[in-house]
């Protein structure tokens, strides 16, 4: 497949995003009340980059329509696809549970163990491995879909996935804590909203779709007034999803004090959000100048993987070394320098564990 510059400036942007997220995710330690002014700063930063994730599926659906040919094997697609996923799972995942077994207070419970290396859940980041592990899975049959339906049937069917990830987003609280009520220990923990439903594939089914329905689009583009008018609507949307979680945060007086289904109207809401910005991002890429700001966005991009697989261990480490500095969460420095040590320090990681040759495929090299 032919480079695609401006893939790689979204997976730059794309990158940027995660760690922005899980930066300003500090916030989680600052509680509801009273209410910080860098609380509600955090939570507007946070809200916006969740774009993150929805943007590498969109680039996955992209990328893999371009490349897709049906008449190969079935076979022979998941075995690319999973064979480039495989073995930085299981590196990862060994090496996250290898550092949790040296925070204080550890305990090796069998169960526990499995269950984390099965669910993608010895790390926080690894959950996406899940997820687009089931996206290659249904990939197949959504894109044999998608060729056999006229462009009407095609935006018919970008409407019904969105749909129906809306549609999940607004069932599955309550149906997941009414049958927890009743279910053994193992599965409600199994369908515990950040074990179960951030790795179901219908979260991100739209986004997926979206990103074969503009790969079949090569001269996709939006008007001056058309992205005018979706960025001023965006911000008000991302003003809309940001006071949903403040007001939530206020309520219940901490992050982890607020119920599954307490933040249903803010992912609902979300997903017209995170939509609308793909397709601003995908018109920044796609039809913006070259410059030093692409430049650096392709650059990034490149790394991207491996980014994501080693900044969780970099900013785990600099948060540990901050707090022991008495720097905290609820001084603005935390964030910056988070910031600045998460993503200068992956990308020096990732350069040098990309000099060793038997260890680039670690990393997606």
Known sequence: MTYLHHIGRLRGWAILGVIIIHVTAGFTYLGGVPLLFLTVINIGID?????????????????????????????????????RIGLPYLIFSLLYYGLSMLEPGYRFEGQATFLAFATANTAYHLWYFMLIAQLYLIFPVLMGWFRKVSARGQMIMLGVAAGVQILWELVYPS????????????????????????????????????????????????????????LLALCLLAALVARIWVMQLVQYGGWQAIPMGGLTAATVTGVFLYMGLLLLLYQHARHSAPGWGNTALEWLGERSFGIYLVHVAILSGANALMFRLGIGADQPVFYLLGLGTTLGGSVLLVELINRIPWLRPVIGG
Not at 50 to 66: E, K, M, N, Q, W
Not at 193 to 213: D, E, K, P, Q, S
Request: charged content about 15%.
């Open 47 to 83: 809200v916006v980059a969740h774009y993150a994730v929805p943007l590498f599926v969109f680039i996955s659906g992209y990328t893999l329509c371009r490349q897709y040919d049906p008449a190969r094997p079935l076979a022979d697609f998941y075995r690319r696809r999973f064979s």
């Open 175 to 230: 149906a997941a804590t009414s049958l927890a009520l009743h279910a053994p220990s193992l599965l409600t923990w199994l369908l515990n909203g950040t074990v179960f439903n951030m790795r179901c594939a219908l979260t991100h089914a739209g986004y997926l779709v979206l990103g074969i329905w503009i790969a079949d689009r090569t001269h996709f583009s939006l008007r001056p007034p058309v992205w005018r008018g979706l």
